[in-house]
């Protein structure tokens, strides 16, 4: 069964720590995997994307990486920011071959607090 | 910019009526997904189009209806809504295989 699950669950820091978000995922055949940040009470927008044959890859202070035997991916968020207070969802997207017209795969996301 | 708009913020509405959810998306994607959101369930997948008149059933389509009769129009309709009803509404288009656009949501209250 296609599956994205995500830890933790919900996390505080303090501004200017550091975090990591976990994602692991079942779906197969894999294409790519995203990395989407949702503002309360707005639609999740992009932060990066991770294909089959990347490690790891930045935009600015995120760094996600990607390992593809064990079917895990990270989010790193360096150096804290108040704004980064969201919800940050994973999502697993299988190759065109065995998809069903475009489904995707959703996390229940992470619930990030920073406190200043 | 690329842009997905949803027609309505925030509705209120009554146990029964009829409620429309609008979304248009500028980018010419063949692809436009309708899910609710609830806390503690993340994104829920209601209905999905691939093409002008053509809708597939997500995981949830009880309750709820679609129409594409434009490629860039992709409407939710709730015949009969009811209180379990009550949720944030995503509309999101893609181009396979591409990033997933989303709106801003539209946040139903059913009382």
Redesign the interface.
């Known amino acids: 069964k296609n599956q994205v699950e995500q830890s933790p669950q919900s996390l505080i820091i303090l501004e200017g720590k550091n975090c990591t978000l976990q994602c692991n995922y079942t779906v197969s055949p894999f ?2 995997l ?1 990395w ?1 940040k949702q503002d309360t ?6 932060l990066t ?1 991770m294909t089959f044959s990347e490690n790891t890859k930045s935009n600015g202070r995120y760094t996600a990486t990607l390992d593809a035997d064990t079917k895990q991916s990270s989010l790193h968020i360096t150096a804290s920011q108040l704004s980064d207070s969201a919800s940050y ?1 994973c ?1 697993a ?1 299988p190759s ?1 071959r065995g ?6 795969y ?4 992470t619930q990030l607090t920073v406190w200043p | 910019d690329v842009k997905v708009t949803q027609s309505s913020r925030y509705l209120v509405k009554r146990t029964g009526e009829k409620v429309f959810l609008e979304c248009v998306q500028d980018m010419d994607h063949e692809n436009m997904f309708w899910y609710r959101q609830d806390p503690g369930l993340g994104l829920r997948l209601i209905y999905f189009s691939y093409d002008v008149k053509m809708k597939e059933k997500g995981d949830i389509p009880e309750g709820y209806s679609v129409s594409r009769e434009k490629k860039e129009r992709f409407s939710l309709i709730l015949e009969s809504a009811s209180t379990n009803q009550t949720s944030m509404y995503l509309c999101a288009s893609r181009q396979v295989p591409g990033e997933l656009f989303f709106g801003e949501g539209s946040r139903l209250t059913v009382l």
């Open positions: 294409s790519n995203r989407y009470g707005r639609g999740p927008v992009s994307i969802i999502v997207i065109a998809s069903t017209l475009g489904r995707l959703f996390g229940r996301g």
